[in-house]
């Protein structure tokens, strides 16, 4: 069965481990610093012990390099069991790299009582046999962490997949701020059902109360306002990167309003582009 394999190499400080990240977050199962010669073996494993639909992407530098001669029986052997394989080579200028690792702090892993130059120039050289492989070649100089995410998705042909996960989640002011919001909306300024017998003992997954809370006049024009104002910011946060967001709608207990209006925006959201999940963490208080 035919499974695609992104093999991530270039030198060191050009990108490879955002990448990586980038391939992890498309839902890729990713492995860093794998011996190129351990990766056929690999791959006949993910065979049985990886869902049939998922992708493969790989690391490989030169923190293995006494495994980088002769990669050419390597790759035959990954296209002879089925795999779609694809050799992303990751590059920059000299300059760059020079002055990347400088502002890391990091050691260059072939500069060794060397300069980082020196460690620059023998790493071009080790990975010359990958760079003649390469089924594309990218060229990070002038680059940053946004441009790089979205050129690897066009390449790849993922950018489809590049959904903002938005986490609707309703809460009690009471029991206090949910630490991981982003986007907090109060709506304790609505009316309140829990002044009303028969309501106070139900929730917002209840049609009825449900129905008290968003038919109120001061409710539909908040939906108004909060939809577009969601409408504004999503692309804002997509286009920065930001693949998770949170928003927190609070109430006193958490049980009531937030709950109506989470589960009205839940059903109503105001962008089909991204995927949406719903938590009501205090519903069960009180």
């Known amino acids: 069965m035919s499974r695609r394999l992104i093999v991530i190499t270039g030198l060191s400080g050009s990108g490879k481990s955002t990448a990586a990240r980038v391939l992890e977050d498309q839902g890729y199962f990713v492995v860093d610093n794998l011996p190129l010669v351990m990766l056929p073996d690999f791959m006949r494993r993910a065979q049985s012990g990886l869902q049939p639909d998922t992708a493969v992407g790989v690391v490989i530098d030169v923190r293995n390099r006494g495994f980088l001669a002769d990669p050419d029986p390597v790759f035959a052997d990954l296209r002879e ?4 394989l694809e050799i992303l080579f990751f590059e920059a200028g000299d300059e760059v790299l020079q002055r990347r690792y400088s502002e890391t702090r990091r050691a260059h892993p072939l500069a060794v009582m060397q300069t980082v130059q020196a460690g620059i120039d023998r790493e071009r050289q080790q990975l010359r046999p990958l760079r003649d492989r390469a089924t594309r070649i990218i060229d990070t100089s002038h680059l940053n962490v946004r441009q790089l995410h979205d050129l690897l998705l066009g390449a790849l042909g993922e950018a489809q997949w590049a959904l903002l996960i938005v986490s609707l989640e309703s809460f009690g ?8 919001s982003d986007l907090v909306f109060d709506v304790r300024f609505l009316p309140n059902p829990h002044y009303i017998d028969e309501l106070r003992p139900l929730t917002g997954l209840n049609e009825r ?10 409710c539909g024009e908040f939906r108004e306002h909060l939809d577009r104002m969601l409408e504004f910011l999503l692309p804002h946060y997509r286009d920065e990167g930001k693949s998770y967001l949170t928003v927190a ?38």
Do not use: K, M, W
């Not at 069991?81 to 779609?84: E, K, L, V």
């Open 173 to 180: 002011y009471r029991y206090g701020l949910p630490p991981s």
């Open 81 to 84: 069991q089925g795999n779609s």
């Open 249 to 286: 709608i609070g109430c006193t207990g958490g049980r009531h309003r937030s709950v109506s209006i989470v589960e009205d925006l839940a059903q109503n959201f105001p962008s089909n582009s991204v995927a949406c999940h719903i938590n009501h963490r205090d519903i069960d208080r009180g």
């Open 209 to 218: 109360l449900r129905d008290y809370v968003l038919s109120q006049p001061i």
